[in-house]
Nanobody
Framework: QVQLVESGGGLVQAGGSLRLSCAAS???????MGWFRQAPGKEREFVAAISRSGGSTYYADSVKGRFTISRDNAKNTVYLQMNNLKPEDTAVYYC?????????????????WGQGTQVTVSS
């Protein structure tokens, strides 16, 4: 069983930065991890994913070059560094764990989810 707890969300002006953290309990070093987001009235969408070792990453086109996913397996924590934030980045951000350890982009392929953290970007 894996439990995930996100933190680091908040209100920021356009062009600003935030770093989200996802603290995990359990043997998360054996899982690939992903970040997703869901804006009001919209479907959940993939943001970024990272392999078990952290050696491979994958990003949605909408955040490529602005967001960076990383992990510290010693601390059982995954991060999402978000730079040059835009109002369209406003959403609840969720981290998720994939037992198959693949860089999956579909939410249905993830096994465990956190409760989410709100990110609001003002213009």
């Amino acid at each position: 069983q894996v439990q995930l707890v996100e933190s680091g969300g908040g209100l920021v002006q356009a062009g600003g930065s935030l770093r989200l953290s996802c603290a995990a309990s359990g043997r998360t070093f054996s899982y690939a991890m992903g970040w997703f987001r869901q804006a009001p009235g919209k479907e959940r969408e993939f943001v970024a994913a990272i392999s078990r070792s952290g050696g491979s990453t994958y990003y949605a086109d909408s955040v490529k070059g602005r967001f960076t996913i990383s992990r510290d397996n010693a601390k059982n924590t995954v991060y999402l560094q978000m730079n040059n934030l835009k109002p369209e980045d406003t959403a609840v951000y969720y981290c998720a764990a994939d037992a198959r350890a693949a860089l999956a982009t579909r939410g249905g392929e993830y096994d465990y989810w956190g409760q989410g953290t709100q990110v609001t970007v003002s213009s």
